[in-house]
Nanobody, 114 residues
Framework: QVQVVESGGGLVQPGGSLRLSCAAS????????MGWYRQVPGIARELVAAIDLGGRIDYADSVKGRFTISRDNAKNTAYLQMNSLKPEDTAVYYC????????WGQGTQVTVSS
């Protein structure tokens, strides 16, 4: 069953920006820490950023100062604002809880390339 739907990915040049959105079911969004993860083929999925119900935030060291996670509890939606994008940010980005639930969404592809 689909619990989250990610959107907002695309192709962007290095230094550019994208904003990802994650629409989640109310049951999940009102109960869990929400996280953004990313995966490159052949490499384990990694946590990029997470935000708890009170707004406390964690970031991976590789994205600190460039990415901003936020959540709109009224809309059951989480966001990931990505600025100063680098080619190494290229990945499929997923939204899930932290710790993760078994079912993952389709993800959204982010490609950073000139």
């Amino acid at each position: 069953q689909v619990q989250v739907v990610e959107s907002g990915g695309g192709l962007v040049q290095p230094g550019g920006s994208l904003r990802l959105s994650c629409a989640a079911s109310e049951r999940i969004f009102s109960s869990y820490v929400m996280g953004w993860y990313r995966q490159v083929p052949g490499i384990a999925r990694e946590l990029v950023a997470a935000i708890d119900l009170g707004g406390r935030i964690d970031y991976a060291d590789s994205v600190k100062g460039r990415f901003t996670i936020s959540r709109d509890n009224a809309k059951n939606t989480a966001y990931l604002q990505m600025n100063s994008l680098k080619p190494e940010d290229t990945a499929v980005y997923y939204c899930n809880t932290r710790p993760t639930l078994p079912h993952w969404g389709q993800g959204t592809q982010v490609t950073v390339s000139s």
